[in-house]
Nanobody, 115 residues
């Protein structure tokens, strides 16, 4: 069982920045594919960014050039740096850990972009 705890959400004005963190339990964090997903009200959960165990990156088109995913295997933590935030980025952001056939999810953190 992998436990994921997100932090760093909040209210920010358009054009602002936030950094989300996700701390994971387990001794094999370095092997996990880690991802950030988001779900806005009335919409399906969507992929935001993924980083593999080899640090390959993948981003949704809507966040390319604005968001950066990274990981620190020594701290069992994955980050999502979000810049130039837009109102349409408002959502609950979820951390995901994937290994073999298993998926684990955090509880989510709210990000609200509004003036």
């Amino acid at each position: 069982q992998v436990q994921l705890v997100e932090s760093g959400g909040g209210l920010v004005q358009p054009g602002g920045s936030l950094r989300l963190s996700c701390a994971a339990s387990g001794s094999i964090f370095r092997l996990y594919v880690m991802g950030w997903y988001r779900q806005a009200p009335g919409k399906q959960r969507e992929l935001v960014a993924v980083i593999t165990s080899g640090s390959r990156l993948n981003y949704a088109d809507s966040v390319k050039g604005r968001f950066l995913i990274s990981r620190d295997n020594a701290k069992n933590t994955v980050y999502l740096q979000m810049n130039s935030l837009k109102p349409e980025d408002t959502a609950v952001y979820y951390c995901n850990a994937h290994i073999a056939t298993m998926d684990y999810w955090g509880q989510g953190t709210q990000v609200t972009v509004s003036s």
